[in-house]
């Protein structure tokens, strides 16, 4: 049988060596060290953020970001419920209450709407606002940060946004004036935001199956340079300055490593080239697949760029003539690693008696949804191998 096929594997390019060469020449083996404020550095001016803090994960990013929004014990927190439990996790560890709302149809991500009927449900059944919205940017793609933005503006709502899928990703809103393609739109100057940028503070990851990878990590971002120091402290179990070790609040050891903030600088470097790989998959399976009866790719909402970190289609059985489980179970047996969609939090054991606001499009983006194989180095004859597969499966027309 041919080498296992991963959905999204880890992609070195060569350039990490010189920075991981450089900590154990300097002997900086430490979570801290010229590696990582130079990846600060270099991820803040990537994403257009004044101020970046680098962390062991993207859950300890999370985690950080709802204590530095001043959630805490019994505040609720909005969101989505189509996203990975780490987007969730956080709000237990505040001791807050996740407030699961809905995804909208265009973009698979919470849908604004959702978002107003939420706040005033919880305002009319609490008397309270929540604390915060977390809105997830799921798999290259914005969510509407102008929607939502807006909501959370016209409700004195804190905005967190959880970007740890959307390295690369741009928006550049419904109306953002000029050109339709990215190009058009990059040149155009100021419009364009990368999402993680537009709330108060923002969330990344570098986790092995994201766009780019330290094998793990995380980057906190926001514009406020107070809020990032304060990050940075909790993040070293909160010491304050003196010479002895000195605590008067609760900290954590969530700093990342000067040897994988090297490893980051090398990925970093190469963001563009990843991005642009993962847009040739989705276009080449696109191209493969596209004319097949009940296939659907995730819809591009045409408000930034997507980089389709995954390619994710859904499966209609009637149509198509298996469901999306007998394509996954197919390309298994293949040694060919595909995955349903997120299952949404709503449906899961753990948060079954957590508000939720709709439902019925992240039900059935789950029941019908599957992940491709997406990884920036999936060789194109691997890549033919799988639409194949997939082609065999579907009813003859
Ligand atoms: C990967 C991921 C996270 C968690 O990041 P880690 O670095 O793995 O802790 C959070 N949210 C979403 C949506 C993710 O995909």
């Not at 919205?133 to 933005?149: E, K, N, P």
């Not at 503006?153 to 990703?169: S, Y």
């Not at 070293?236 to 980051?264: C, F, K, W």
Request: glycine share 10%.
């Amino acid at each position: 049988m041919s080498e296992r096929i991963y959905l999204s594997p880890p992609h070195m390019s060569g350039l990490e060596r010189k920075y991981v060469d450089e900590a154990f020449d300097t002997n900086w083996v430490a979570p801290l060290g010229p590696n990582v404020d130079g990846f600060e550095r270099e991820f803040a001016a990537r994403v257009g953020s004044p101020h970046a803090a680098a962390l062991s994960s993207g859950t300890a990013a999370l985690h950080l970001a709802l204590i530095l929004s001043d959630v805490g014990p019994g505040d609720e927190v909005i969101v989505s419920s189509l996203t990975f439990v780490a987007s969730v996790n956080p709000i237990t560890y505040v001791g807050a209450k996740p407030i699961l709302v809905d995804s909208e149809e265009r973009s698979w991500n919470l849908d604004p709407e959702r978002i107003e009927e939420a706040i005033r449900d919880r305002m009319t059944k609490t008397g309270r606002l929540p604390k915060a919205v977390l809105a997830v940017h799921l798999y290259g793609q914005s969510a509407d940060l102008d929607a939502i933005h807006a909501v959370c503006q016209r409700h004195g709502v804190t905005l967190v946004e959880d970007a740890a899928e959307a390295l690369g990703t741009t928006y550049w809103g419904k109306d953002g004036g000029g050109g339709s393609s990215s190009a058009d739109r990059a040149g155009s100057g100021g419009s364009v935001k990368s999402p993680g940028t537009i709330g108060r503070v923002g969330v990344f990851s570098f986790n092995g199956n994201k766009i780019i990878t330290t094998s793990g990590g995380g980057m906190l971002v926001s514009s406020d340079e107070a809020l990032i120091q304060r990050a940075r402290k909790l993040a070293t179990q909160a010491r304050d300055p003196a010479p002895h070790y000195e605590h008067t609040e609760v900290g954590y050891n969530y700093r990342m490593s000067n040897i994988l903030a090297g490893v980051g600088r090398g990925q970093l470097a190469v963001l563009d080239e990843r991005v642009a790989a993962r847009r040739e998959n989705f276009a080449y399976y696109q191209e493969a697949l596209g004319s097949l009866p009940g296939l659907m790719f995730q819809p591009d909402a045409g408000w930034g760029l997507h980089t389709r970190w995954l390619t994710c289609v859904l499966v209609d059985p009637t149509k198509f003539g298996a469901t999306r489980e007998q394509i996954r179970v197919r390309l298994e047996e293949h040694n060919i690693e595909s995955r349903p969609l997120w299952k949404p939090m709503h449906l899961q054991p753990l948060f079954a008696d957590a508000p939720m606001y709709g439902g019925a499009v992240a039900d059935r983006l789950f029941e019908l949804g599957l992940c491709l194989p997406s990884g920036s180095s999936l060789a194109a004859e691997d890549r033919e191998r799988i639409a194949g597969l997939i082609r065999e499966m579907a009813r003859p027309a």
